[in-house]
């Protein structure tokens, strides 16, 4: 059940930095920052803005929203929805579309001071400017405000998604951002996030040269506002957002007949065709909306609706109740209030004006009169909510209505993943965080990550996004990190040729998204779009050229504890040797190999390959061995074969043979006896577990070694189980209850003790004794405090249990327990002759590291490898944005040269100083002195810088008509 929203509307103020939300009490700290945005003023009565002559601060400052399909800029001074830099509207919908539907807006607050209407403004449509500027109202040292602004670093404009859940800066927040922490808290001091993308800022007014209008009409009220956005990128509530206005009171003195409002100017297109109404067939929702009067702006798709919910205001003292939306007014542009006592009027007029003829439109939704005390809160809270039509606009409305309902609590996605691109030759490497694995989600409490989608576009634009991979922690592949895209293998052959693969130059976007359960009522989510966190770009690109190739071992080398059996020339081999070099020069590559299960039939054997220097699992690869089950029957059998995996990562390949004698029975436990030492101790079988978990005929001998006593007082001996046909010594492993189906594997055993005292048997199998004891002990008869202690133990092999009952839970017990020396025998028959390699055996490779080439004769051979891609070069191809935009590359660059570009007859046409430590560089085509270049053929004589080797390369330049190939 999401909790009812408890509205808390008017409060005394208790500190500049104490405020309320509605989640509760918040503390805003500040942080310390840089600027790098910059505040422009323009007057938009004919459309044409222009910047005022006023002196501005790199504080003033403008971000755009990034995560839901409303896409609008935010100022930290009050303009909310207009380009400020660009002088345009700023309200787009649908994300990326250029479809705009706001030209900028913000609140005005207005009071009566001594007779005098005045008003703050937050953006006024006929000016474009504001009366506010960034951050809180300050105080000289005497009490007294400070009037001039200064520029300060705390007072940013704030963007949730720059923050981790500890409230800090993330390494991919703006720089004015680092350092800084998110400044919403709740009681304890943990940071509030409420939405998928909370926005942040104060502003104040104090400041009157910001005030075009300054002078006895038009006065500082000494206002702060804190002004939150919240954005969601959902399903249910992508293209909505929310404002809350909360307005305090600095003046020292009451303020009285207060009128509070959002004010905007709405642009559908072109501004002179819109028209704004007021919903009368639900007048309870207090909404009013604007929509295009012939509803063809020349859109791929007909002009939406847009809607302007006010969901919150002041109380009214005489009623306790809201006052509600008391004026709704919309009017052209011809009819701007002008002044604050006409912006005064407009906002008490207590009418809600009708739907009129079309034209350049505003509206503004007012509540007051209120009475506001030093130190004390107004809040106004509005929606601004889009749909296709205005059906759908009214049902998004009442979603929005909906979640403010629910304290702006809603079903959210798992955290946003951080996601990273490496570019390589022809590919790119995406790696990710596992944050999102960890997230809550808010309503229901439970951890219900599920899985991963990964995407591909060539523009990043909406509806563009091609699946390349998921990952399911229920379906499908297990849950990876990393991802090595190549391109596109239409045939599915694992190759991939230069049609298939990623083109170098060229811009690709990826998008990783986290998604969850779902539940019954509402379907699984997944995050949305964040550019710069879950979505970014890059492009592929050579490697350097004066590089060594990284080489990997002709033999790879068995780690300690494993056993290959007869497996055989265990390879990894480089087939990529541009691609190796970037992603595994100076790596550790293991090469896994193990008995896996069965297919009810023959035997499986599992090959991964692993990066142990980045813990990548680079590949898992399961062959059928051609080993039956039941056994060859009447004779023997030879069964030989060989695998090759298929390109790992684009660039290696795993290789290995292997060679059994199928022997005629199945496998199974043939005998099992004490062959040293005088013990008595009854031997059972106890069971078959989980079928057989090996495959090879075996002869195993358990050894009794000298133990000692443990901190309880029990005695103990050590183990240790040996395969005497194959001189192998046995790993420990335990039984995990949960995970039963790995008890016994190959090549290990577990023992379980059991205490036998009045009846009593307890398991310790799949963990020591007890904290702090040594495992896999065979506990023997103890006397601790008057109180014989006797044990049962199993000792667990390729699926059986054989039990030691010397403590008699299934026998009559033994007369004398085992002692150091004693030893058991265990004996298997069937299956294979030569076994299985056992679990965990490595075969590792341990890539040479890269390093520059230093030798002139070993640079010049790589200099001779460089291209010139396109070569011809034909005006235009798939790397170029336009005709205007000419790109010829230079790849397999060492990295530092020069590249000297002359016509055939010897004329130097220009000089390009590559510098960039990266194996690519480009030529826009210009002659140095930035003339374009004719058809021909030229010359590059390109100079390694360090060593002075060099190399000539010819290409040609055909000029015509521009034609982009997609």
Known sequence: MMKKFLRILSFK?????????????????????????????????????????????????????????????????????????????GGIWPRGSGNAYIFGGGVWFATIKEGHKYVAVGYNPNSGESHFCPGPIRFDAEGNIIRKWEDNPEDILYFSTDYDTLGNALASAPDFAQGTTWPIRDANGKPVYVSGQDMYCVYN???????????????????????????????????????????????????????????????????????????????????????????????????????????????????????????????????????????????????????????????????????????????????????????????????????????FETPKPPDTPTLTATPLDHAVLLSWDDIA??????????????????????????GSWELLAQWDVKEGPPIEHSYLDLGDDANGDGVYDFTERLINGVTYYYYLAAYDEGDLSVPSLETPVQPGKNSVNTIPKCARGDIADSKLPSALTLTQGGYLGNVSNPQLLIKDQTKFNQLFAGHVIDMRVTRVGSDGTEYLMGISVIDTTTNTVLSNHTIMTGVKQEGAGEEETLVKGSFSSDLIWGCLQAKLNYEFTQLTEPFALDTFYISQGDADVPLILRDQLFGTTNTGEATYEVEFLPGGTLSNGWNYLGMKVTNLLSGQELGKDYWVPSHAETFGPIGHYIIENGEYTGFVFSYAGWDPIFEGAPDHVYCTTSVVDTITYTFSHYICLCGYRIRMDYGGLYSDGGTKDFEAGDKITIKFRGGVRGPFPTVGTTLRAVATPASA???????????????????????????????????????????????????????????????????TDEWNILSDGRQRIVSGVYLAYIKESKTGASVIKKFAIVRGGFRHIR
């Open 853 to 919: 080439l230093t030798s002139k004769s070993d640079v010049e051979k790589a200099l001779e490898k460089i291209k010139i891609v396109p070569n011809p070069y034909l005006v235009g191809h798939i790397a170029q944005r336009s005709g205007d935009y000419a790109r010829l590359f230079f790849v397999g660059l060492p990295a530092e040269c020069d590249i000297h570009i002359y016509t055939v007859a010897g004329d130097k046409v220009a000089t390009i100083h590559h510098n960039n430590g990266e194996g």
């Open 205 to 407: 007014d104090a400041d009157p040269s910001y005030d075009s209008e300054y002078g006895p009409a038009s006065q500082p009220l000494d206002i702060e506002i804190h002004q939150t956005v919240y954005t969601w990128g959902l399903p249910f509530a992508k293209d909505y957002f929310f404002v809350i206005y909360d307005v305090i009171n600095r003046s020292g003195t009451l303020l009285d007949s207060c009128w509070l409002a959002p004010a905007y100017d709405p642009d559908i297109g072109d501004a002179g065709d819109d028209r704004v109404a007021f919903y009368e067939d639900d007048p309870s929702l207090n909404l009013g909306y604007v929509y295009d009067n012939d509803g063809d702006e020349g859109w791929a798709n007909p002009p939406g609706v847009l809607g302007c919910d006010f969901l919150e205001s002041p109380i009214d003292p005489n009623t306790g109740e809201q006052l509600g939306l008391v004026t709704w007014r919309n009017w052209i542009i011809q009819n701007d209030p002008k002044t604050d006592a006409a912006r005064y009027d407009f906002m008490s007029a207590g009418t809600k004006d009708p739907d009129t003829a079309p034209g350049d439109k505003r509206f503004c939704a007012a509540t007051g009169p209120f009475a506001l005390a030093d130190g004390d809160t107004a809040r106004v809270v509005v929606a601004f909510v889009m749909g296709k039509d205005l059906e759908t606009m009214v049902s998004n409305d009442k979603l929005a209505q909906g979640i403010y309902d629910s304290n």
């Open 13 to 89: 103020e208790k500190s500049p930095l104490i405020i309320m939300t509605t989640l509760g009490l918040v503390v805003l700290l500040m942080g310390s920052m840089s600027f790098g945005a910059t505040k422009w003023k323009s007057s938009n009565t004919d459309r044409n803005l222009v910047l005022l002559s006023k002196p501005f601060s790199p504080g003033f400052m403008m971000r755009w929203s990034t995560i839901s399909n409303f896409q609008f800029p935010v100022t930290n001074y009050g303009i909310l929805g207009h380009n400020v830099p660009a002088g345009i509207a």
């Open 437 to 462: 694995e960890k997230s809550n989600d808010p309503l229901t409490e439970n951890l219900d990550f599920k899985g991963y989608r990964l995407y591909r576009s060539r523009t990043g634009m909406a």
